[in-house]
C-alpha cells in the first residue's frame, strides 16, 4: 500500500561530504537506456546531467532534490501537462516539456532545472530552431528502477534517505504513546480534588 503522504529522499547534512557520488549515480541511472550510459567515463557521449544537485556551504552540504509535494506547484503551473503524479511521485514527461521555466519558478526548494534533453546519444531539436530542446527535470525517486532511487544506493556516507513521512509519523506515535506509558507507569495515581 503507497504511503498516504508519499515518499522523498531525505539528506542529513551532518553525513554529507559534497562527494557528488549521489549526482553521479542519478545520471547514470536516469541515463543508461535513454542515452546507452555504461557505468566507465568512457562511455558517457552527453553532457553529465543529474536531477539532483550537492549544495556545498562553507558549514554544510547536501543534495537539493524534489520533495514530492502533495499539492506540486510545479504541477499546478504547467500549462502543458508534462508534469503528473503516478503513486505519489512527481514526474516530468520530458518529450511534452516546452522548456517555458514556470515549474522552476514555482518550486519553493529550486529542485527543478532545465536540463539538455538527449536521445540516443544527440540533443533532441528544438521544434523551431536548430538549437537542443531543453526540458525540465527533477528527482523522479528512479520510478523506473525497482531498487529504489539510486543516489540512496550510491551515498558512501549514508547520508540519503527514502522518507516515508506517513511510516515516520506512525514511529512517532509509537515512541510518544510508549514514553508516555513510562511515565505514567512511576507517577502515583492521585485523588480527585
Known amino acids: 500500500?503507497?504511503?498516504?503522504?508519499?515518499?522523498?529522499?531525505?539528506?542529513?547534512?551532518g553525513k554529507c561530504s559534497g562527494c557528488k557520488a549521489c549526482e553521479l549515480a542519478c545520471f547514470q541511472s536516469h541515463h543508461v537506456k535513454r542515452n546507452k550510459v555504461g557505468l566507465t567515463v568512457g562511455t558517457v557521449a552527453v553532457p553529465v546531467t543529474p536531477k539532483l544537485y550537492v549544495t556545498v556551504m562553507?558549514?554544510?552540504?547536501?543534495?537539493?532534490?524534489?520533495?514530492?509535494?502533495?499539492?506540486?506547484?510545479?504541477?499546478?503551473?504547467?500549462?502543458?501537462?508534462?508534469?503528473?503524479?503516478?503513486?505519489?511521485?512527481?514526474?516530468?514527461?520530458?518529450?511534452?516539456?516546452?522548456?517555458?521555466?514556470?515549474?522552476?519558478?514555482?518550486?519553493?526548494?529550486?529542485?527543478?532545472?532545465?536540463?539538455?534533453?538527449?536521445?540516443?546519444?544527440?540533443?533532441?531539436?528544438?521544434?523551431?530552431?536548430?538549437?537542443?530542446?531543453?526540458?525540465?527535470?527533477?528527482?523522479?525517486?528512479?520510478?523506473?528502477?525497482?531498487?529504489?532511487?539510486?543516489?540512496?544506493?550510491?551515498?558512501p556516507n549514508e547520508a540519503l534517505h527514502l522518507t516515508d513521512v506517513d511510516a515516520d509519523r506512525k514511529r512517532k506515535n509509537i515512541a510518544a504513546a510508549e514514553a508516555l506509558a513510562v511515565i505514567n507507569a512511576g507517577v502515583p495515581e492521585r485523588g480527585l480534588l
Open 58 to 155: 562553507e558549514t554544510a552540504s547536501m543534495p537539493i532534490q524534489c520533495k514530492h509535494c502533495e499539492n506540486a506547484p510545479c504541477k499546478a503551473v504547467c500549462k502543458q501537462f508534462a508534469i503528473s503524479r503516478a503513486d505519489g511521485v512527481v514526474i516530468v514527461d520530458e518529450k511534452k516539456c516546452i522548456g517555458c521555466k514556470d515549474c522552476l519558478m514555482a518550486c519553493p526548494f529550486g529542485a527543478v532545472s532545465l536540463l539538455p534533453y538527449f536521445v540516443d546519444g544527440r540533443p533532441v531539436p528544438q521544434a523551431d530552431s536548430d538549437e537542443g530542446k531543453v526540458a525540465a527535470a527533477k528527482c523522479d525517486l528512479c520510478f523506473e528502477d525497482t531498487a529504489g532511487p539510486a543516489c540512496v544506493r550510491a551515498c
Open 1 to 13: 500500500m503507497p504511503s498516504e503522504f508519499g515518499l522523498f529522499v531525505s539528506a542529513d547534512p
